[in-house]
């Protein structure tokens, strides 16, 4: 076979494409209003991640794992994209929240630095376990004085309602039952 | 121009209810209102939240005050860029604002208790602040009358700090873990009751009160109407019209009335009559603001049969009410006043009171679904002259109009009841077998649980107070103010019960003056 015929094998269109179109029916009235239905974004592509340096993105990304793990079938902080969300999410946010952010996780990077002489994004669950040691402290309503402890318990909460609201949840709940899918009623704009 | 036989401002609970009254009654009525009409059918779609852009968190920093938001709901509160408001350093306020016709009844809670002479007569009851001058005799008939237009449900008990109402009754069961928790109040010699609200999921000035107002042919409604201030004719004393701002075009207008009714809501009533410079010969406009403090969740429990699914709606759901129960008699605290609380059953704890992460979060967050039992407190806070409006010297809002400066902070006296609220709901729910994951007495910051009250208080006497017995301003004797701002205490009772009967009975109050020729 000739390299341009290889070529366009290659390049040929899949079966589905190539079936034949439908027939054509008649167009609705042109005044007629018709209603198109759309996807929003994270359906169609992936986040962009913009505020986060590589180090301190990888150790949220790693904290994500360790925080909620898939399982059974649900999905975890991986599947639910929950770190470049937050990536986001934290982005958009007052300076405060941006700063209790990044000083945690430069914070837990020097703390897996200096008990296990590696990257945090780099250490197994038990290795983990003890830097993570404020997220197994009874709740109290004041928060902690230790801005690590702050920022731990504030990514728990955050990873939660990014996982439990994403779009791979609402897809691994569907017809398990009721009232899984998160409707809620949106008032839009008035104006 | 036109002159209107009466002016409203505001369509909310009471503005919707002067239009309702007055109209009824054969009353011509124009009302204006800051905000745009609402299409509840074309304004609002179910959605899945995670088709939302930011997954439920809303957009960051869009509403600091407003802990209420979400991203279902945010496109309903007023935007504080364009309505700022300013507060003392290190106190901060939250005010919590809708400015669309239909106002907060829009998403309100619809809880309705009527006051008593607790709080009506607070003054002889334990020395502190002032009387109103109404009774609770004189607020009952139409207390009588706003229940059945709102359908308010609930169960009569008999009690003087909670007076029975004219409701439908509640007789629906209680599931078992509300059993054991008012068997466990029992033991306590604390009272329980069931929830008492307006039924269905709105019931708003919007299909409550303004429809029928509409279909007399006696009311026009004029939204995204700004009022900038109260005009007054300096000859006769009188109110004569307001000049307001179109929202959208931000011209300038100006409208005639016979009688003014007020009714923006507490802090915008008294913000418009600040920057109208009337009504304050006493110099009391503006102060004494006070709400209701809440403590949110101030317990949450695990009702242990409950886990791991096993409750069931025999044992799980549903919720009640304990009225104020504390320094009735006699005083037996370190606190005057009191506190009441709602409970509920049924939910899923948030994850942040289980102190675990990873997989072992996910199976306990599991074993807990449905099985949360918790309870908020709702305590009376003490109405000080200290705590006060005023308008900023410097900033205005986005039309241009003076903004207010607002200082409130709870005392003493507030942060006592908030603790003995915690220990009692401890108590409360141990003894009904309940395992407590979290407990605090932090009260939410002031303005949060959206009951301002004061700051236009009513009073027999004009030195010490702006409003008469007939929420008519003494000063301005055309002029009526029927909203929050008018109370003098304020109790622990959701207030928008007793705002609906003070408005009824203000505007009929209002027409039979006008008959006499005394307006």
Not at chain 1, 54 to 80: D, H, K, Q, Y
Not at chain 1, 112 to 119: M, S
Not at chain 2, 409 to 425: G, I, Q
Request: overall charge positive; hydrophobic content about 40%; some cysteine.
């Amino acid at each position: 076979m000739k390299r341009r015929t290889i070529l366009g094998s290659a390049l040929s269109l899949p079966a589905a494409w190539a079936a034949p179109a439908p027939a054509q029916t008649a167009p609705p009235p042109a005044e007629t209003a018709v209603k198109l239905a759309f996807d929003s974004p994270e359906a169609a592509a992936a986040g962009v991640r913009r505020f986060f340096d590589e180090t301190e993105f990888a150790a949220l990304e790693r904290l994500g794992r360790l925080l909620i793990p898939s399982a059974e079938g649900l999905p975890g902080a991986v599947e639910a994209e929950a770190a470049l969300f937050l990536d986001f999410l934290i982005g958009q946010s007052p300076a405060e929240r941006q700063t209790l952010y990044r000083e945690g996780l430069r914070a837990l990077h020097a703390a897996a630095r200096q008990r296990w002489g590696k990257a945090f994004a780099a250490v197994s669950d038990e290795e983990a376990a003890p830097l993570l040691a404020p997220l197994r402290q009874a709740w109290t309503r004041s928060a902690p004085h230790d801005p690590l402890a702050r920022f731990l318990l504030a990514a728990k909460d955050d990873f939660w309602q990014a996982v439990a609201n994403s779009r791979a949840q609402a897809r691994a709940l569907s017809g398990r039952r009721r009232g899984a899918s998160g409707l809620g009623l949106y008032w839009h704009a008035a104006e | 121009m036109e002159l209107h036989d009466v002016l409203i401002i505001g369509s909310g609970a009471t503005g919707g209810m002067a239009a309702y009254t007055l109209t009824r009654l054969g009353v011509k009525c124009l009302m204006l209102d800051a905000g745009p009409p609402v299409d509840l059918e074309k304004d609002r779609s179910l959605r899945p939240v995670s088709d939302l852009p930011y997954r439920g968190f809303g957009q960051p920093g869009r509403f600091p005050h407003v802990t209420q938001a979400n991203e279902f709901n945010a496109n309903v509160w007023a935007d504080e860029k364009q309505n700022p408001y300013t507060y003392d350093a290190g106190a901060p306020y939250y005010w919590v604002r809708i400015r669309k016709i239909g106002g907060k009844t829009l998403l309100w809670g619809r809880a309705s208790w009527r006051l008593s002479d607790y709080e009506f007569k607070c003054r002889d009851h334990d020395g502190f602040g002032d009387n109103w001058p109404i009774s609770y005799q004189e607020l009952a008939p139409y207390y009588d009358r706003v229940e059945p237009l709102f359908r308010v449900a609930g169960r009569n008990e008999g009690w003087p700090q909670m007076p029975d109402g004219n409701l439908l009754p509640d007789d629906s069961r209680d599931s078992g873990s509300v059993q054991r928790f008012i068997a466990s109040a029992k033991r306590l010699g604390v009272p329980t009751t069931k929830p008492r609200r307006a039924t269905g999921t709105l019931a708003s000035s919007v299909n409550l009160l303004l429809p029928e107002a509409l279909a007399s042919g006696h009311l026009r409604i004029v939204p995204n109407a700004i009022v900038r201030e109260i005009t007054l004719d300096r000859a006769t004393g009188l109110a004569n019209g307001a000049h307001f701002v179109d929202r959208r075009s931000k011209r300038d207008f100006h409208v005639r009335a016979k009688v003014i009714v007020l009714g923006a809501s507490c802090l915008e009533s008294t913000r418009i009559l600040l920057n109208s410079g009337i009504a304050n010969s006493s110099g009391v406009l503006g102060h004494y603001l006070f709400d209701q403090f809440y403590v949110k969740n101030v317990v949450q429990c695990v009702v242990p049969e409950a886990r791991g699914g096993k409750g069931g709606r025999s044992l799980m759901g549903g919720g009640g009410y304990i009225p104020r129960f504390r320094n009735l008699a006699k005083r037996e605290k370190d606190f005057i006043r009191g506190y009441a609380y709602d409970f509920g059953s049924g939910h899923t704890p948030h994850p942040r009171y289980v102190p675990l992460y990873g997989e072992a979060l996910r199976k306990e967050m599991q074993e807990l679904e449905g099985a949360g039992f918790a309870m908020t407190t709702m305590g009376e806070v003490l109405p000080r002259r200290e705590n006060h409006v005023r308008i900023h010297p410097g900033v205005r809002d986005a039309w241009g109009i003076p903004v207010l400066h607002i200082t409130q902070r709870y005392t003493e006296n507030e942060f006592r009841m908030a603790r003995d609220s915690m220990e009692v709901a401890e108590q409360l729910c141990r003894g009904a077998g309940f395992e407590i994951l979290g407990k605090h007495a932090e009260p939410v910051p002031p303005g949060e649980s959206i009951h301002e009250l004061g700051t236009c208080r009513m009073g027999a006497d004009p030195r010490t107070s702006v409003l008469n017995r007939y929420n008519q301003s003494h000063d301005v004797k055309n002029l009526f103010v029927v909203d929050g701002s008018a109370f003098v205490s304020g109790g622990v009772q959701n207030p928008t019960l007793t705002m609906l009967a003070l408005t009824m009975r203000a505007c009929e109050y209002l027409v039979e003056q006008k008959k006499r020729g005394e307006l």
